[in-house]
T-cell receptor, first 112, second 113 residues
């Protein structure tokens, strides 16, 4: 399975944009890029996903590099409630995507 | 609107007990997953199931078994609980296919004494 690499931690100031990077240099052409986040004492929650094109939703934007070897999750205006561990994972679109494997993620701290 | 429900939020069991952790989803999802989460080790996949009565081992299946008799329910079984199985256990479900989001339960904090 293709793996992802993320920084262990990042800090951001409240009300400023946050760019969370993810490297996935061994990504295959059928892998979808997914982002999840885990707030303290909760299960992970879905944030966004994409295949090739940039994606936007009410929570965030996903910018995917042209070669797809990296991606960036963008929180346009960080709030204290965005402090969480953010996971970037790949899911294989060629099969039934039975596996759902997480790495260690990025701990985002939002400073008031 | 709770979509993935885990039977207990907190559980305390004794060493050697047989422990059942239950997970129910109401979205008619084919895939269901069990993870454990420990500080510094992230989410580790124990088992997953892609259909009724079908299961596959994840990364750390030793000491665990699973049961999926109905599509909406996925049970994690600790045949003989040990203290090193003290952990947070998380259940998730998804539709088939990679272009779908996963839904997680709130987790069960299991302590084995």
């Amino acid at each position: 399975d293709a793996k992802t690499t993320q920084p262990n931690s990042m800090e951001s100031n409240e009300e400023e944009p946050v760019h969370l990077p993810c490297n996935h240099s061994t990504i295959s052409g059928t892998d979808y890029i997914h982002w999840y986040r885990q707030l303290p004492s909760q299960g992970p929650e879905y944030v966004i996903h994409g295949l090739t094109s940039n994606v936007n939703n009410r929570m965030a934007s996903l910018a995917i590099a042209e070669d797809r070897k990296s991606s960036t999750l963008i929180l346009h205006r960080a709030t204290l409630r965005d402090a969480a561990v953010y996971y970037c994972i790949l899911r294989d679109g060629a099969g039934s995507a039975r596996q759902l494997t997480f790495g260690s993620g990025t701990q985002l701290t939002v400073l008031p | 609107d709770v979509k993935v429900t885990q039977s207990s939020r907190y559980l305390v069991k004794r060493t050697g007990e047989k422990v059942f952790l239950e997970c129910v989803q109401d979205m008619d999802h084919e895939n269901m997953f069990w993870y454990r989460q420990d500080p510094g080790l992230g989410l580790r996949l124990i088992y997953f199931s892609y259909d009724v009565k079908m299961k596959e081992k994840g990364d750390i299946p030793e000491g665990y078994s699973v049961s999926r008799e109905k599509k909406e329910r996925f049970s994690l079984i600790l045949e003989s609980a040990s203290t090193n199985q003290t952990s947070m256990y998380l259940c998730a479900s998804t539709l088939l296919g990679a272009n779908t989001e996963a839904f997680f339960g709130q987790g069960t904090r299991l302590t084995v004494v």
